[in-house]
């Protein structure tokens, strides 16, 4: 149980709700729920879940949509003490009955949008029994006996404050360079504690990375993501309302962004170029005076990109640098990154970025090596069940790496560039092609195989898949098919390669270590870029 001081305190809404009752906290495509029904709907689904038998420190798991109910599902796990798994839903039943069982899930929501996906999930072998199963949105008839309307569950509980509430926070999955998802539990997955400390990190965010504690946030991207999230769930604790569509669509996005008098957003680099390429009439329509900063990151930006959205939305573009186990390393307003192009910025006030070359030294102003952080405050991260890979991670206790390869200048400004391990970064989709070649490798026509990055101008990279034939199987088109297809039944579409390669021997060193390098340079020596 959470510390007895805690009784019937409520942080993190009731004020807001007390102040602005009926103001919207969040607004969908569906409607709008009040500060008051926030705060009502929160405390009856933390009510619903103690009773459904969750003890402070278990977990369940989310595969929805962006919708208020989700928003319901953090701010419930925030309040009660458990650790939220919010689930890509454009992974398949196989991954997610993964994911339930691996993160010792209690129970399970999914949005009416994917009731198919979740019925399948239900009836995978290794999907773990389950406390409670709730279904999002609209009822499904389909779902019947297998899944309890969410509306229906929270109508049988009280509204009232539960008692002995206490923080609990989310574990987002990232794919690896050994295959499976991990779970990462950093300092914002921790169950039990007092819950003013997300208090105090909502407010620390939003006032470091200049997002108005009482504005407007406009969320169009995907909140299973550890970014979304950190950019939107983070202000809505510290009072800002928070409008939500499940798919982004570039000219309803300055749409609502003038309607709603948006203060903050946070963008992809792929969401920029589709905002860009839309008819000069519809841009000439868009004024962004509400907008305070408008965040990017989650992947390279191209310089002629970010100049031309600098351009149009003058200087509240802003980028930084991080990852879900990290979170924001650095950060470079509009101004610095027009003097400085191409950099991540400086570190914030609680981060500090070594540079370590392969020997161990310490780089020197302007030399390439490893990129190492450490947060100043303490914070760390952990793998779940994964003690290996989160030594492997580390250099010292505190002090971590994400893979990555860049260099600091003389005036401490931060570079990329490249990427240490083989991560795929497609629309601002991390991929991992460990994962996926483990897939290839299982059908019968593929001896060895390889996954990579190449080129994609909209999306900056998407997935190439190599594989050298076993003997017997004739290298066409159709079995390129046949073994895509292989992939679909898997794999999330997602990470699926969107074309194969047929190599008749692949590059590996004599110690059997692949030389990828020689089949992914091919595809980038006129690109202009490495990443």
């Known amino acids: 149980m959470c510390s007895s001081d805690l009784k019937t305190m409520a942080t993190l809404i009731a004020p807001f709700a007390a102040k602005k009752p009926d103001q919207a906290a969040l607004t969908d495509e569906f409607g709008q729920t009040s500060w008051t029904q926030f705060n009502s709907r929160v405390n009856q689904l933390i009510s619903y879940l103690r009773q459904a038998g969750l003890q402070v420190g278990d977990a369940f798991a989310v595969v929805s949509g962006n919708r208020r ?19 890509n839903w454009h992974l398949v039943a196989e991954e997610i009955a993964y994911v339930l069982e691996d993160s010792g899930s209690k129970a399970l929501f999914v949005d009416a949008r994917f009731t198919d996906l979740g019925l399948e999930t239900l009836k995978h072998p290794s999907c773990p029994t389950l406390n409670a199963t709730l279904l999002l949105g609209a009822s499904d008839p389909a779902a019947a ?5 969410y509306e229906t569950a929270l109508a049988t509980q009280s509204t009232d404050e539960p008692a002995d509430q206490c923080l609990g926070g989310p574990m987002f999955y990232t794919s690896g360079t050994t295959g499976k998802p991990k ?33 407007n946030t406009l969320l169009v991207g995907p909140i299973y993501h550890s970014a979304q999230w950190a950019f939107s769930f983070l202000p809505l604790i510290a009072g800002s309302s928070m409008v939500i569509r499940h798919k982004f669509d570039a000219e309803e996005m300055l749409q609502l962004i003038d309607d709603h008098q948006i203060t ?11 905002a860009l390429r839309l008819d000069d009439s519809i841009k000439s329509k ?11 990151g989650a992947a390279p ?3 002629d990109v970010k100049r031309s959205m600098i351009d149009w939305w003058g200087p509240v573009i802003s980028e930084y640098y991080g990852s879900t186990e990290g979170s924001i390393v650095t950060t470079v307003d509009s101004n610095d990154w027009l003097n400085k192009p191409g950099t991540l910025g400086k570190p914030t006030a609680i981060m500090e970025v070594m540079v370590i070359k392969e020997d161990g030294s310490k780089a020197k102003t302007g030399e390439s090596g490893t990129l190492y952080v450490k947060n100043l405050m303490g914070s760390d991260f952990e793998y779940h ?23 600091l200048d003389e005036e401490g400004y931060l570079y990329m560039s490249d990427r240490k391990i083989d991560m795929i970064i497609s629309g601002g989709v991390n991929i991992y092609p460990a994962e996926i070649e483990a897939v290839l490798i299982n059908h019968p026509s593929v001896i060895d195989a390889a ?57 590996r060193h004599p110690t059997g270590k692949l030389l990828k390098r020689l089949l992914r340079d091919e595809y980038w020596k006129d690109s202009g870029r490495r990443i």
């Open 69 to 87: 109910e989700f928003l319901e599902a953090y701010a419930a796990a925030a309040h009660g003490g458990w650790l939220i798994a919010p689930v």
């Open 145 to 149: 006996g297998q899944f309890e309307d």
């Open 183 to 215: 779970g990462v539990k950093s300092g914002l997955s921790q169950t039990g504690a007092p819950i003013e400390t997300l208090q105090m990190i909502g407010e620390g965010l939003s006032n470091m990375l200049q997002m108005p504690t009482q504005g």
């Open 264 to 274: 903050n957003v946070h963008l992809v680099p792929t969401q920029f170029i589709r």
């Open 286 to 296: 868009f004024k962004g005076d509400s907008l305070s900063i408008a965040w990017h």
């Open 301 to 303: 930006c191209p310089p």
């Open 385 to 407: 069940n994964d003690p290996e890979k989160t030594s492997e991670a580390h250099l010292e206790p505190g002090v971590f790496t994400f893979g990555d390869i860049g260099y």
């Open 451 to 507: 996954v990579f990055g190449i080129p994609n101008e909209e999306f900056g990279e998407e997935v190439k898949g190599a594989v050298e034939l076993t003997e017997g199987f004739n290298a066409d088109d159709s079995l390129a098919e046949e073994i895509m297809e292989h992939c679909r039944a898997h794999l999330a579409k997602f990470k699926v390669p969107r074309s194969i390669d047929f190599v008749e021997t692949m590059p």
